[in-house]
């Protein structure tokens, strides 16, 4: 890209931290229409509705738009993969949500607005970074992703979560976890990863495009989003009580070399178990089985 104004597409997450963070969206057009950019601001009253306008104005084919930036969390930064991959419009993140993993993995400042902001501005002018994303095929549904699919224990908590009304807020995973965490034990899998059949008793089951999912939990901490791979990460059967003196190194990235712990890379895998529903960047997929697979280079970031 040469220095000049573009057409930008602002898709604004309305309930982005629990709608305690507001404010990002209308400073994210501002700074946009200040740089000289014409911005098309869309904030509506719910995701659905936002995935459809949003999607109509990136195919407006009287005025294409030059690239689409999603304010919010992870979830958002999905719903933009799912409107521009393999489109060649550049998708650019300001983050505002509970979850920003994809945006940390591509380097964009995660505590400071203005500084993810500048970093949009400057990306702007120059080519877009190309990486990976990955499909999820379930039924005769296929999905795309970014950051992490989830078929194990942090799955579990998330559908727990989403079935549960109180309490509001973050505070309502917190109360999932607990609660399945009274009842934790190894699920039975059933893996073919690019042919390779693997069965085994496992407490998590991921595939992974991003090294870090939940907020911050760096599963794979070595994860490339543009080697042409995932990960599938497994954490094998343990007791309840290490599992919870090891779950903290998670975050950390300290936990890769536990026995219990195997990483391998793959470019297709099918995950099966009973009683799991899949989650993929913390939006529900259904209940398993699912085929994952790599699309390699199908994304332009703006980084």
Partial sequence: MTAAARTVVVAVNPMASFGHRREVGPRVVERLREAGH?????????????????????????DRPDALVVVGGDGMANLGIDLVAGTGTPLGIVPSGTGNDLAD???????????????????????????????????????????????????????????????????????????????LKARRYRIRADGRLIEVNAML???????????????VPDADLADGLLDLFIVGRMSRLRFLRVFPSVFRGEHTGLPEVTT???????????????YADGERIGPLPIEVAVAPGVLRVLV
């Fill in 38 to 62: 014409r911005v098309i601001a869309m904030d509506e009253a719910n995701i659905e509705l936002l995935r459809r306008e949003t999607a109509r104005a990136l195919h407006d084919d009287t």
């Fill in 105 to 183: 993995g591509l380097g964009i400042p995660i505590r400071d607005t203005e500084a993810a902001v500048d970093l949009l501005l400057a990306a702007l002018q120059r080519e877009p970074r190309t990486i990976d994303a990955g499909t999820i095929r379930h039924g005769e549904l296929t999905t795309w992703f970014g950051c992490v699919v989830s078929a194990g224990f942090d799955a579990i908590v998330n559908e727990r979560a989403n079935l549960m009304t109180r309490p509001r807020g973050r505070s309502r995973y917190v109360v999932a976890l607990l609660r399945e965490l009274a009842t």
């Fill in 205 to 219: 089951v991921s595939v992974a495009n991003n090294r870090s999912l939940g907020g911050g939990m760096r599963i």
């Fill in 264 to 278: 391998l890379p793959v470019s297709a895998v099918r995950v099966d178990a009973e009683g799991i529903v899949a």
